[in-house]
């Protein structure tokens, strides 16, 4: 089984950036598809982005152009770099993974591991 760990959120004001990262161990084969997903209070979850092996890529129309998502094979670690954040972006982010045995690598909140969840607050 893959852990997935993030950490790097935090509170930052409208317009600001933040870089999440996400330190992946144990059968990292598992991760093959990687992702970020977020859920703000009372909302439904929503994929914010995919990756293949850490080259394809996706994004949900909501963050394209403000958020790039990379992985560092070397470090294990995926990370997602946060730009022009707005208030809207306030949620709980979660790092996901599966394997490549799954059919399709979007909606990444359809993969089946996830981590703890790290907070990013954007005020106003």
């Known amino acids: 089984q893959v852990q997935l760990v993030e950490s790097g959120g935090g509170s930052v004001q409208a317009g600001g950036s933040l870089r999440l990262s996400c330190a992946i161990s144990?059968?990292?084969?598992?991760?093959?598809?990687m992702g970020w997903v977020r859920q703000a209070p009372g909302k439904e979850r929503e994929g914010v982005a995919a990756?293949?092996?850490?080259?394809?890529?996706k994004y949900a129309d909501s963050v394209k152009g403000r958020f790039t998502l990379s992985k560092d094979n070397t470090k294990n670690t995926l990370y997602l770099q946060m730009n022009s954040l707005n208030a809207e972006d306030t949620a709980i982010y979660y790092c996901?993974?599966?394997?490549?045995?799954?059919?399709?690598?979007?909606?990444?909140?359809?993969?089946?591991?996830w981590g703890q969840g790290t907070q990013v607050t954007v005020s106003s």
């Open positions: 996901v993974a599966d394997s490549v045995a799954r059919l399709k690598w979007w909606p990444p909140e359809d993969f089946s591991v």
């Open positions: 990756t293949v092996g850490g080259t394809l890529t």
């Open positions: 144990g059968n990292t084969a598992s991760a093959y598809y």
